[in-house]
Nanobody
Framework: QVQLVESGGDLVQPGGSLKLSCAAS????????MGWYRQAPGKQRELVAL???????NYADSVKGRFTISRDNAKNTVYLEMNGLKPEDTAVYYC??????????WGQGTQVTVSS
């Protein structure tokens, strides 16, 4: 069972930056694909960014060029650096782990609010 704990959410002004962290435990982290998802009020949860075990990344079109996903396997942590934040980025951000044959786990989420 993988345990995921997100942190770093906050209230930030438009154009500002935040860096989210997701710490994993209970698994061999480096073998997992890690992802950041978000869910805004009244909307479905959507993929923001993915990073595979070999470091390949994928981003939603809405965040390309503004957000960067990275991982530190020595710290069992995945990060989401967010720049140029917009009000439409406001959501609860969730971390997800996945490995074929080992299942999927979700964190509890961290709130990001972009407002002046």
């Amino acid at each position: 069972q993988v345990q995921l704990v997100e942190s770093g959410g906050d209230l930030v002004q438009p154009g500002g930056s935040l860096k989210l962290s997701c710490a994993a435990s209970g698994t061999v982290f480096r073998f997992y694909t890690m992802g950041w998802y978000r869910q805004a009020p009244g909307k479905q949860r959507e993929l923001v960014a993915l990073i595979t075990s070999d470091g390949s990344t994928n981003y939603a079109d809405s965040v390309k060029g503004r957000f960067t996903i990275s991982r530190d396997n020595a710290k069992n942590t995945v990060y989401l650096e967010m720049n140029g934040l917009k009000p439409e980025d406001t959501a609860v951000y969730y971390c997800k782990s996945n490995r074929a044959g080992y299942g999927t786990s979700w964190g509890q989420g961290t709130q990001v609010t972009v407002s002046s």
